[in-house]
């Protein structure tokens, strides 16, 4: 997966360090995004930046130079977990029930193998300011398109929806198996979404 990369500031050209290409960035930031992978397995969801920067090698501000602010690294975290497998069914010709089922179980799987990588994304901020759902609204919206459901739904609902149902499912001890949780979500948005 590659992460997004934020703008490279201004720099002038008499001044300051020579830029690093798109691609020396590029694999700096996949690099820092396994290390906090594997940090915050280590370490669980309460896992700082500080942690992150020191498990990395980095310094906090290349971090913020690579990412463009914490909300931005969370946002590269989302797009580095998610993005491949959702991009890949966006771009599928299936019905859409089965589309939805798919990101629905793509979903379940990242977030059971990584339950501490999506607490650490969720409680770090606001739900008006969730890169989990703004990095992932327009991957849930190209599912959606290729059925051209009713242009006026709201992504972010839907996706409050999935991940509601996916924190009730992970807390749940004595949970139903995930192709039941899966066929459950999906029977309950399609029907939502009719």
Partial sequence: MTARI?????????RGRPRKSVLVREQQLNGLLRVALK???IHGPSTSMDDIARAAGMSKPLIYTLCGSKSGFSAAMVDYVFGDMLSSIAGSTEEFPV???????GIATAVAHNVDVYRFLVDRHTLANQP????LAPLISKIFEVEKTP????ITP????IFSG???WILDENRVPQNIFVERMTNMLSTALA
Avoid: H, K, N, S
């Avoid at 589309?99 to 179980?105: G, K, P």
């Fill in 6 to 14: 934020a703008p490279t500031p201004t720099v002038l050209a008499d």
């Fill in 39 to 41: 940090t915050i397995a």
């Fill in 99 to 105: 589309r939805l089922a798919q990101a629905i179980d």
């Fill in 132 to 135: 989990l759902f703004t990095t």
């Fill in 151 to 154: 242009a006026e739904i709201g």
């Fill in 158 to 161: 839907v996706l409050a929806m």
């Fill in 166 to 168: 996916l924190e009730c």
